[in-house]
């Protein structure tokens, strides 16, 4: 059986080693019929009570925890990482699962302000930036905050449970191959996480947040300094215009950033805060900065540090591109979040509530992808149904159109999607994505069940 001829369960679970293969053929069923609904509550994505309460009772088995249900999509993703030239992105980020409302879940950590109970959920994320198409899920852990206890620094360096190894342990599966870039936000520039990831065979962009003490050439006895006091004295090498998405207050805006690079060393903390030498860090920073931002607007400005080599301007801009795909990962949690109502589970076990988290992790996926296959190159001359069910096509066409067209394309399809799910097609109206295309894609579910449900009423007649 060909990839496109495999259901999306059978592609992500059809090797998942639960124990026997019944097991796997019901993880792959329920897979899929969460694909088919992603949003609501399990009642609501799963409707046949018989098959429902089949899910309940595979996830209570000890067979079937986080690992494993993880395992089979890692083992897909490590196969298309292998197949790939590159270059590939891991984006790597965390974002916090709120269980608050689960009392009987007491192994549970703190999160939010201290008052909530949850994950911190850390996930790696494999895209190519050159689609900007996402792969899979290379790794993801779920971490129980727990309170810091008394202890020294080396003690606290030495601790299994210490939040910022999360970054280290998270690239753990990804092999030491330099067509991988590891892209951290700010919450993962330690010293620790930078000399692990120069040392691990993969290239790396990662967001400085702290002001290190730096050397300003690779070799020689260059003085010492902070590093954004050097980087701010490099002239810009170019410059290029960046889509700023609305945040709480602000509003979206064009930002028009400049940019420069340069050579350093970056110098071990005087005072470890983790397990690292004491050798200086060959690498390049990369500045990016808004010299003119509108009036109240906060000024963007960052500092990208890499062991990419930059020998001109479409080098360090090529690194900054890198970086700009790091937004892809919040799209994710979005869509695990928003999307799959990954937080509006009801299990009284931690052990029953995970591997379900894993599950409704990677079906999330499927949202983004959604959107992804809408944007292909050759959307508007392949034919749609070599990426979507008939029974789909027909509905829509049927609700766009009132009458079948199965030789759509698939930018007809996904243009009709999107009409499905809100979106006006207007002249100024940018291209759909994945929240509108999931809308639409919930109600083609129920479009295509209605249909299906006439056609049988029709056969009976």
């Known amino acids: 059986m060909s990839q496109a001829e495999r259901s999306f369960g059978e592609i992500h679970f059809g090797r998942a080693e639960l124990g026997n293969k019944a097991r796997t053929k019901r993880l ?40 494993s249900v993880l395992a089979a999509h890692q083992l897909e993703t490590q196969q298309r990482i292998a197949a790939h030239a590159g270059p590939l992105l891991a984006i790597c980020d965390a974002t916090e699962l709120d269980y608050s409302g689960l009392d009987s879940l007491e192994e549970l950590g703190q ?117 954004r006091q050097l980087v701010r004295k490099t002239k810009a090498v170019g410059s290029f215009e960046l889509e700023v998405p609305a945040q709480d207050g602000p509003p979206a805006r064009t930002a028009k950033l400049q940019y420069s690079y340069t050579a350093l060393r970056v110098l071990p903390p005087r005072n470890k805060r983790g397990q ?10 990369v500045r990016v900065w808004e010299s003119d931002p509108p009036r109240g607007a906060e000024p963007l400005e960052w500092f990208l540090l890499t062991n990419e080599p930059i020998d001109g301007a479409s080098a360090a801009r090529q690194v900054i591109t890198w970086y700009e795909c790091r937004w892809i990962v919040e799209e994710y949690h979005k869509a695990m ?30 949202l983004l992808n959604l959107r992804d296959v809408s944007r292909r190159a050759d959307a508007k001359t392949t ?41 006006q097609n207007r002249k100024g109206d940018k291209q759909p994505g994945w929240i509108v295309l999931w809308r639409g894609w919930t109600s083609l579910q129920l479009l295509a069940t209605g249909l299906q449900l006439q056609n049988k009423r029709k056969k009976v007649g």
């Open 383 to 423: 034919p749609a149904r070599t990426v979507v069910a008939e029974p789909y096509i027909e509905a829509l066409s049927l609700w766009r159109h009132g009458e079948v067209h199965l030789d759509w394309t698939i930018h007809e399809f996904y243009f009709a999607l999107a009409r499905l799910g809100g979106h």
């Open 111 to 227: 999160i939010g302000n201290g008052t909530c109970r949850g994950y911190v959920c850390h996930n790696v994320l494999i895209v190519d930036p050159a689609t900007r198409s996402v792969l899979g899920l290379a790794n993801q852990i779920l971490h129980t905050r727990v309170a810091a206890p008394q202890e020294t620094r080396k003690e606290a360096a030495a601790r299994e449970s210490r939040e910022s190894r999360l970054w280290l342990q998270g690239t753990e599966p990804l092999p030491g191959d330099p067509k991988l870039i590891t892209v951290f936000d700010r919450g993962g520039d330690t010293f620790e996480a930078l000399e692990h990831e120069a040392h691990s065979g993969r290239r790396f962009v990662i967001r400085s947040t702290h002001n290190r003490q730096v050397l300003a050439e690779h070799t020689g006895q260059a003085r010492q300094q902070p590093l």
């Open 28 to 67: 792959v069923q329920v897979a899929d019929a969460l694909t088919r609904h992603p949003g609501g509550t399990l009642p609501q994505k799963i409707n046949d009570p018989m098959a429902l309460q089949a899910m309940y009772r595979l996830m209570n088995r000890p067979e079937v925890t986080h690992a």
């Open 276 to 285: 690292h030498g004491n050798q200086p860090l060959a690498l390049w920073v």
């Open 337 to 366: 979040k928003t999307g799959c109502d990954i937080e509006h589970m009801q299990f009284t076990h931690v052990a029953r509530l995970e591997p379900m988290i894993a599950l409704q992790s990677i079906v999330a996926l499927t």
